[in-house]
């Protein structure tokens, strides 16, 4: 069964960085497209950033700028750095890996930023 494991996540303030990382093991395929997603409190879970094996980024709006998403191929690990946080961010934050036609998700990790 693929697992991912996600790390990182903590409480910062405003205009802190915080770097968060997920492994994607038990799997013999590498995931053509790795991400993060974020659930802020009382709201859906909403895209942040993606990356295809070749290197490829979708970022969404609210991040450009401050978010930088990256992946070590070798490693089946994604990086999602986030500096300038804001209060906004605060939210969990969830690992995706996209490994064929099947879509695998973390437990996620709790980013909190205060004012």
């Known amino acids: 069964q693929v697992q991912l494991v996600e790390s990182g996540g903590g409480l910062v303030h405003a205009g802190d960085s915080l770097s968060l990382s997920c492994v994607v093991s038990?799997?013999?395929?590498?995931?053509?497209?790795m991400g993060w997603y974020r659930q802020p409190p009382g709201k859906q879970r909403e895209l942040v950033a993606t990356?295809?094996?070749?290197?490829?980024?979708n970022v969404a709006d609210s991040v450009k700028g401050r978010f930088t998403i990256s992946r070590d191929n070798a490693k089946n690990t994604v990086y999602l750095q986030m500096n300038s946080l804001k209060p906004e961010d605060t939210a969990v934050y969830y690992c995706?890996?996209?490994?064929?036609?099947?879509?695998?998700w973390g437990q996620g990790t709790q980013v909190t930023v205060s004012s």
């Open positions: 995706k890996a996209q490994i064929l036609n099947r879509a695998y």
């Open positions: 038990r799997s013999i395929l590498s995931p053509n497209v």
């Open positions: 990356v295809t094996t070749g290197g490829f980024t």
